[in-house]
């Protein structure tokens, strides 16, 4: 059974950087595009990140406007996993973080992918 597991939130203060893990299983996943996208309270399931895998080292990655400059995304095919590095974080970055795996890049970015994690919570205090 394929699962995503995210990890590495936590509390952090403004300013300073966590990197969020999300390892894929039940599955190979090196030819899916995988990504992040987090959930606020009170607000609605937003777009972070993605990435795809084109072939030999090079992959393809696009960003959320309040993403870019500030948080990477990267994956290592060989432990099927993707991380999600954010620095420089601010308050408004406070919610809960969901890893998303889809064969179709387009329906990761769109919030309809076929695989979820559970999410994992990072709290930014000012």
């Known amino acids: 059974q394929e699962q995503l597991v995210e990890s590495g939130g936590g509390l952090v203060q403004a300013g300073g950087s966590l990197r969020l893990s999300c390892a894929a299983s039940?599955?190979?996943?090196?030819?899916?595009?995988m990504g992040w996208f987090r959930q606020a309270p009170g607000k609605e399931r937003e777009f972070v990140a993605s990435?795809?895998?084109?072939?030999?080292?090079?992959?393809?990655?696009n960003y959320a406007n309040s993403a870019k400059g500030r948080f990477t995304i990267s994956r290592d095919n060989a432990k099927n996993t993707v991380y999600l590095q954010m620095n420089s974080l601010k308050p408004e970055d406070t919610a809960v973080y969901y890893c998303?795996?889809?064969?179709?890049?387009?329906?990761?970015?769109?919030?309809?992918?076929?695989?979820w994690g559970q999410g994992t919570q990072v709290t930014v205090s000012s």
């Open positions: 998303a795996a889809d064969f179709s890049m387009n329906q990761v970015v769109s919030g309809t992918a076929g695989y």
């Open positions: 039940g599955r190979t996943f090196s030819g899916y595009a």
């Open positions: 990435i795809r895998w084109t072939g030999g080292n090079t992959y393809f990655a």
